[in-house]
T-cell receptor, first 109, second 116 residues
Framework: LAKTTQPISMDSYEGQEVNITCSHNNIATNDYITWYQQFPSQGPRFIIQGYKTKVTNEVASLFIPADRKSSTLSLPRVSLSDTAVYYCLVGAYNNDMRFGAGTRLTVKP | NAGVTQTPKFQVLKTGQSMTLQCAQDMNHNSMYWYRQDPGMGLRLIYYSASEGTTDKGEVPNGYNVSRLNKREFSLRLESAAPSQTSVYFC???????????????FGPGTRLTVT
């Protein structure tokens, strides 16, 4: 199982771009990189998934370098409602992906 | 379209009591999962069901049993509850997840269980 390392916490201000980097040095060839967001007292919510290069959707971008040993979740122009815990998962199947402690993002006014 | 529903929302058990947590999804998903989340920690996979009729152990299966009743429903049973099982339990489902391309998991609202 690929182990992931991400910062425990980050602070930002409204309107700023936030980049959360996840390290996964032993990622396997078949592994995907998936990010989830979790608000207090709720289940996680899927944000984005990628395999290589860059993926963008309506809420975030995911940057993956050629060696795939890390990935960066980019949230453009965050608001107070983006305060949450963000999880980086790596795996080929859902049953072998592991949720670590995540990154607690606090957005301040 | 309710997504993933879980019952009950809250439960308090005494040590040694048993109970079943219910989960249902209306998205016609093949795969379903049970996780537990302890305070300040990430989710840990208890059991999963890749498709109707199959179940497999996850990271922390001890003390739990599951039943994939049909494609919609996946239940989690605690036969003899222990204080260490105090946690929030989340059920999730995905279209694929076992060799498929649709990994996105949809989570239910959770069941907050306290064992005294």
């Amino acid at each position: 199982l690929a182990k992931t390392t991400q910062p425990i916490s980050m602070d930002s201000y409204e309107g700023q771009e936030v980049n959360i980097t996840c390290s996964h040095n032993n990622i396997a060839t078949n592994d995907y990189i998936t990010w989830y967001q979790q608000f207090p007292s709720q289940g996680p919510r899927f944000i984005i998934q990628g395999y290589k290069t860059k993926v963008t959707n309506e809420v975030a971008s995911l940057f993956i370098p050629a060696d795939r040993k890390s990935s960066t979740l980019s949230l453009p122009r965050v608001s107070l409602s983006d305060t949450a815990v963000y999880y980086c998962l790596v795996g080929a199947y859902n049953n072998d992906m592991r949720f670590g402690a995540g990154t607690r993002l606090t957005v301040k006014p | 379209n309710a997504g993933v529903t879980q019952t009950p929302k809250f439960q308090v058990l005494k040590t040694g009591q048993s109970m079943t947590l219910q989960c249902a999804q209306d998205m016609n998903h093949n795969s379903m999962y049970w996780y537990r989340q302890d305070p300040g920690m990430g989710l840990r996979l208890i059991y999963y069901s890749a498709s109707e009729g199959t179940t497999d152990k996850g990271e922390v299966p001890n003390g739990y049993n599951v039943s994939r009743l049909n494609k919609r429903e996946f239940s989690l049973r605690l036969e003899s509850a222990a204080p260490s099982q105090t946690s929030v339990y989340f059920c999730a489902s995905s279209e694929g997840g076992h060799g498929g391309s649709k990994y996105e998991q949809y989570f239910g609202p959770g069941t907050r269980l306290t064992v005294t």
